[in-house]
C-alpha cells in the first residue's frame, strides 16, 4: 500500500483543494488494507472515485482519500439479456459505450455522465428519463461496519431520484463493483426532451440515441477540463400538489413536471427567474450561461467562496418560495 501526499485540485473536477494523503485501490485487498490502516491510525477514510461530484476544503486533517481504482468488466450472455458486472474504478460512460456498441440496452440514456463507476449508485444517476436503478441488480461493497465484502441487492440500494442508502449510512460502504441487466431487445426511452423528438422514427437506433444525448450534454454543460464544475450543483426539488399550486401562483411560468410523489421543479428555473442568478459570478465563482445549475470555477476559487455561493442561490431561492434547494455536490470537510 502506497500512501502519497497529493493536491486535490488534481483529483476534482471543480479543482478546489489543498495537499492530502491519498492511496488508490487496484483491488480489493487494498481496500481492506486501507480500512484497517485507517481504523489503526485513527484517520477518516473518504471514498473517491473520478471527484467530480466532491469538493475538499483546503486543509484536511485526520482524512486518508482512499481512491477506487480497481478495473475490469465481465459479461454473462444469455438469449434476451446480458448481466454485466464492471469494477468500481471503471469510467462510467466507458462501460456505456462498450454496451452501445454491443446493442445492449438500459444505460444509453446515461451517456456521457462523468465520473466511475462505483460512485454511480451513490447518487443514482440519472438523465433523460433514466436512472440507473432501472438496470441494476446489485452492488458489491466493503460493509465496515461488519469489516466484510458483501452484495447488495437493488432494493437493498434503496435508490430514489439522485438518493440512495450510499447518501444515508454515509461512509459505512465502500463500492468495489456494480452489476446490470441490459436487454438485447431493444427498449428505447424516448420520454424526456430532446429525445422525444426521435419517437416515431422507425430507425432508431441504440447509437442514434446515445449520440443525441451527448450532442445535447456537449451544448447545455461546460467541459470541466477546461470551465472546472461539477455538474448539477443542487438537487432539483419535488413538491407536493398543494404547494404546486401556491407556487404557480406567484410564479406563473413556473415549469413542473408531475413525478411518483409530487411536482418536481427544475432548479435551473429557479436560479434563473427566482434568484437571477443565471450568468452571474461572485469573484471567481459563477453559474453557466447555458445551464445555470452547473456552478463553474472560473478562476483559482476556494470551497468557501464556492460555498458562500451555492449559500447565496439557496437564500434569494429560499425567500422567493419557501423551498430550500439541497446540494448535489458532497463539500468535504
Ligand atoms: N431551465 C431554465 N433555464 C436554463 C436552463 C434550463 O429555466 O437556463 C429549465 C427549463 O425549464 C428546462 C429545465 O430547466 O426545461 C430542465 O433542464 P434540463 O433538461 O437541462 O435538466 P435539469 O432538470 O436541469 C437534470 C439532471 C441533469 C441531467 C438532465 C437531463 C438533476 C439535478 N440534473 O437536469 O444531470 O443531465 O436532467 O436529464 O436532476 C448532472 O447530474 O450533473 C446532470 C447534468
Known sequence: MVIKSVSLQNYTS???GGEAQLVCAHNEQHVLEAFQYAKNNNLKLHILGSGTNTVFKETLTN?????????GVEVKEFDDHVVLTANGGEIWDDIVEHAVDNSWWGIENLS??????????????GAYGVELKDSLVSVRVFDTHKSEFTEMSNKDCLSSY??????HEKDRYIITAVTLKLSKI???????????SLFGNNDVSIMDIRELVIKTRVHKLPDY??????GSFFK?????????????KSYLQMPLRKVENGYKIPTAWLIEHVAEMKDKRVRNVGTWPVQPLVIVNYGDT?????SDFADLIIQKIENGTRIRLEKEVNFIE
Open 14 to 16: 471543480l479543482r478546489v
Open 63 to 71: 482524512v486518508l482519500i482512499l481512491k477506487i481504482d480497481i478495473k
Open 112 to 125: 456521457y455522465i462523468p465520473g466511475t463507476v462505483g460512485a454511480a449508485p451513490v447518487q443514482n444517476i
Open 162 to 167: 439522485r438518493d440512495s442508502i450510499f447518501k
Open 186 to 196: 431493444p427498449k428505447p426511452v424516448y420520454t424526456y426532451e430532446p429525445l422525444i
Open 225 to 230: 477540463n477546461v470551465y472546472p464544475n461539477a
Open 236 to 248: 432539483n426539488p419535488i413538491v407536493s400538489r398543494e404547494e404546486a399550486e401556491h407556487l404557480t
Open 302 to 306: 476556494t470551497y468557501q467562496e464556492l
